[in-house]
């Protein structure tokens, strides 16, 4: 029973500490679209700039800012659901 806890701990951590993440330049994110299939199930990275461009949505500002933060930012310019993970963090200096 405590390994089957354990592993469920493991596997929902991730998801609920990502909502505050703060997205940086050239870390790479999943966007979830599902009623668009331009920008659904697909990955982007954030660009040095901080930018990121987005099928149908543009040029939006990620860096500094939280992953729910982007979300809401993404949603408000599609005027649709979407939902971003982190898949992978960088960093942009050596």
Known sequence: MRRLITTI???LT???AQVD???KSLDRIF???PHNPRLSNRVFQIRQDGFVDLPTVGHIHANGITL???EKT????SHQEISV???SV???QR
Do not use: G, K, Q
């Not at 993404?74 to 310019?77: K, S």
């Open 9 to 11: 701990w493991i596997f």
């Open 14 to 16: 991730p998801s609920f």
């Open 21 to 23: 993440y703060t997205l």
């Open 31 to 33: 966007v979830n679209a």
């Open 68 to 70: 729910r933060a982007f």
């Open 74 to 77: 993404v949603a408000n310019r």
């Open 85 to 87: 993970r982190v898949m």
């Open 90 to 92: 960088r960093s942009s």
